[in-house]
């Protein structure tokens, strides 16, 4: 008994031949998150690709859209850098006496 392989679409092949823009473009993101604002026009000029191709790389690489990726990366960036919180009295009382 044989299976059929699903069939790879047209925009499938293409959006897998820009893999390396794809990574390029995020190399790229990750180095500026903090540098420049990073909008549809940095996006495309840098990469080369438009709107609709960019947004379709992105669900299919990292299931999310660009502008969604690249706020969720600096919002990682942004929790790193925060204090960390003291811990609390309670949390110390509570330990001590259990030890």
Known sequence: MSFARPAVTRKQTALSDHRQTFEELCAWI???LED??????????RSGLDHQTLNALFFKFLSTT??????KRRGLGQAA???RPAPS???LRTAA???
């Open 97 to 99: 006496a259990q030890a």
């Open 89 to 91: 009295h309670r949390l």
């Open 30 to 32: 990750e180095a500026h």
């Open 66 to 71: 660009p502008m969604a990726w690249i706020r």
């Open 81 to 83: 850098a925060l204090p």
């Open 36 to 45: 420049e604002p990073i909008g549809w026009q940095e996006l495309m000029a």
